[in-house]
């Protein structure tokens, strides 16, 4: 009898264990890890309270609410995006993605969200006002982004002094401020948000190096995860909510339908 009971109370502790950890995988499931770049601004950065911000963050959140499951902000290396992807320890990269041949290669994308430009931003006091000025200058970048891909594609590369690569906007941006660079290239999106806080310091030139887009990155294989997200963006276009968080950070709905 002994021997029956001891039995039972083993078989009941494994049951309480194999329920414990299905509930904690369950919980886990319930969660998302976001990999962002949080110098990013208005994308995703932080604020003066040093809060992670933007209207990514603001998207990400509404998507993960529709989806049920919580959103976790991961700032990440932007040059290691990828592999931080791959090996698991981001379930997304959600931060102004530009969508190239070259990452869907690596990842899989959502359908476009937000347009976008690379273009080249100087002092506005600079005689700088044209890309073939940029021939024997300083130029600076950020490290492994699109902006460094759209440089390499344009034939004003081969006439620049030196390309700095930065490992994000801000200080690319700080130099350029105290004259270490000549001009900077960036994303449109990003530099319009610096010239709406810096009214008189910044000029952008006529010209842009190239046209892209911006999408979010799945890890390949995980095509469910992907179709659930794109449901989610998609139910946010059709209720609204993509466009209420597109006017409150750029002044008019912007979102791709």
Request: glycine share 6%; proline share 2%; net charge negative.
């Amino acid at each position: 009898m002994k021997r029956l009971a001891t039995i039972i109370l083993a078989l009941a502790a494994m049951f309480t264990l194999l329920a414990a950890c299905s509930s904690a995988g369950e919980e886990k499931d319930k969660e998302l890890i976001i990999g962002i770049d949080d110098k990013f601004a208005p994308m995703g950065f932080r604020d003066k309270n040093n809060e992670i911000v933007g209207f990514d963050i603001d998207y990400a959140k509404a998507a993960m609410e529709k989806m049920g499951v919580e959103a976790k902000f991961q700032p990440i290396d932007w040059k290691t995006k990828e592999s931080e992807l791959s090996s698991g320890r981001i379930d997304l990269i959600w931060n102004g993605y530009t969508i190239t041949d070259e990452r869907k290669e690596k990842v899989l994308f959502t359908k476009p969200y937000l347009k976008n430009s690379q273009v080249v931003v100087t002092l506005a006091n600079s005689n700088i006002s044209k890309l073939d000025n940029l021939a024997g200058k300083v130029v600076g970048i950020q490290g492994l982004s699109s902006a460094s891909d759209a440089l390499d594609a344009n034939p004003i590369k081969s006439k620049i002094k030196t390309i700095t690569e930065f490992s994000d906007n801000v200080l690319a941006l700080s130099d350029l401020k105290n004259g270490r660079v000549d001009a900077v290239v960036i994303d449109e999106v990003v530099i319009n948000y610096y010239m709406s806080q810096e009214e008189g310091t910044f000029k952008l030139l006529d010209e842009s190096l190239a046209p892209e887009e911006y999408g979010i990155g799945v890890k390949k294989g995980n095509e469910a995860l992907l179709q659930e997200l794109q449901k989610a963006l998609d139910e946010m276009n059709e209720d609204g909510t993509a466009a209420e968080i597109s006017k409150k950070w750029f002044g008019e709905d912007k979102v791709l339908k």
